[in-house]
């Protein structure tokens, strides 16, 4: 002991600069305040329990400034933020911002409700919308987007595909770059168009105009827009083949069927009065 510390043998020094454990291990030490002030040491049972809730592979790394000041929250990367309780963000800018959502990928965001965007700059704003993919954008409450660039930007759209959009409420998109444009309407095959609303009166070939009768065997039904396979304007049309025969006033008939009424009505028929003088009529 002289005016520069104490020294213990070859062991511990306690100096005016600090103190130097000689390579010793310090035992015996309580648990330490864990608090944003705090300045107090912590101990290995302390580290220990951090560690064993925490799983990472040797390439991944936790930021010092990624926040997670949810309750039971989870953020991983640069600048993620886990704000909601029981949020998750995982990636670079991630940000799941309200309870139980989901945010996994550079800068996606869920920003509402058990939101979930998966993906490069994936985004789900309404509660329970979910988007898959990079640039997917689910903007309705229930919407889906999956592929990407796919849009489903109102309540219970579905998009499924690169570029798919659906606009309009409960509107269905299947194909890439497919859009369902009205309500309750359906795009199916890469480009089709889904754009007639619902209420629309068929062609009677009777009048050779559009049917002006109610019932639902001539007019679609209001608020349920139509079934599209292709785009006139873009000169897409297909068939739609295996088409067993229908039965209902709304069910569709196939080639088979029109086949049969023609045979029905073939003009060539015989005209005779009390079976003698036949005259063939056609």
């Known amino acids: 002991l002289d005016a520069t510390g104490l020294v213990i043998g070859n062991g511990p ?36 329990k951090l560690t064993k809730g925490l799983k990472i592979n040797d390439s991944a790394k936790v930021f010092f400034d990624a926040k997670a000041n949810g309750e039971d929250a989870i953020a991983l990367g640069n600048a993620a933020d886990a704000s909601g309780t029981s949020a998750v963000a995982t990636g670079s800018g991630a940000k799941a911002l309200s309870n139980s959502a989901v945010a996994i990928g550079l800068i996606a965001r869920a920003t509402a409700m058990n939101a979930i965007a998966i993906g490069i700059s994936a985004k789900s704003t309404r509660e329970d919308a979910i988007s898959i993919g990079s640039n997917t954008t689910g903007d309705g409450s229930s919407s889906i987007a999956i592929g ?5 930007t109102q309540e219970e759209t579905v998009a499924f595909g690169r570029g798919a959009t659906a606009e309009e409420y409960r509107a269905v998109t299947i194909g890439p770059f497919a859009k369902a444009l009205v309500g309750n309407s359906i795009a199916l095959g890469s480009l089709s168009i889904a754009d007639v609303r619902g209420g629309v009166g068929g062609y009677d070939p009777v009048t050779k105009e559009t049917s002006n009768k109610q019932d639902t065997a001539w007019v679609s ?43 029905s009505t073939n003009p060539n028929w015989e005209l005779s009065v009390n079976g003698k003088n036949k005259t063939n009529v056609n």
């Not at 990407?148 to 489903?152: E, L």
């Not at 209001?222 to 297909?238: D, H, P, Q, V, W």
């Open 148 to 152: 990407n660039m796919a849009k489903a």
């Open 221 to 263: 039904t209001k608020k349920y827009g139509a079934l599209s396979i292709g785009n006139a304007e873009k000169g897409i049309t297909r068939q739609i083949i295996n088409v067993a025969a229908g039965t209902k006033d709304t069910d569709a008939v196939n080639v088979a069927q029109l086949k049969a009424l023609q045979d």
């Open 13 to 48: 020094k306690i100096t005016t600069s600090g103190i130097d454990a000689g390579g010793k291990k310090i035992r015996a030490i309580a648990n330490g305040d864990i608090s944003k002030d705090s300045t107090e040491a912590v101990n290995g049972s302390q580290l220990y």
